[in-house]
């Protein structure tokens, strides 16, 4: 199990994020338009997987914002916005904000967040996922991985997309 923290507080996930140098786990996430996205979905791009607890807190927004910028100056690659809220918040979110370069994915019926080791077992978020970035490469091989310290704090973008500059 990882450790981070809510407003100070540690918090405690499910395990810990694949390793870098291994490959994701299988998953699967339900779209904005309720389709699935899986590993398949995304066979053969690169992919940030910016994971957070909820669209509607104003961190979790600026990272889908700030993401959904970032990726129209990288090739082949995709970025999959994880949270455990429902697609329709996903959707209303994005439509509202006139973001379409990102894939929301919502948790609501996978194992993603076990998976993937971002699973909150306690603290007043318990059931969400931490805040966390996974990149990886064409192959689904982990380039880089951040468990962002404090829940509310946004993650370190420069060094996920710095990963992906370099492969260019």
Request: charged share 20%.
């Amino acid at each position: 199990m990882a450790k981070t923290h809510f407003k100070g507080t540690e918090a405690n996930t499910n395990g810990n994020l694949p390793e870098v140098g291994s490959t994701i786990p299988e998953f699967s996430l339900v779209g904005a338009d309720l389709a699935d996205i899986t590993n398949a979905t995304l066979a053969g791009k690169r992919v940030i997987f910016n994971i957070f607890p909820s669209i509607d807190t104003g961190i979790c927004a600026q990272s889908v914002r700030r993401f959904n910028e970032a990726v129209t100056k990288l090739d082949n690659t995709a970025v999959v916005c994880a949270s455990a809220d429902l697609p329709f918040a996903h959707a209303r979110f994005c439509g509202a904000e006139g973001i379409d370069n990102v894939m929301a994915g919502s948790g609501f019926r996978s194992s993603f967040g076990e998976d993937f080791g971002v699973l909150l077992t306690d603290s007043p978020l318990q059931g969400l996922y931490a805040r966390a970035v996974i990149v990886t490469d064409v192959d689904g091989t982990v380039l880089h991985t951040e468990l962002v310290e404090e829940i509310g704090t946004e993650p370190t973008y420069s060094k996920a997309l710095e990963v992906l500059e370099e492969l260019a």
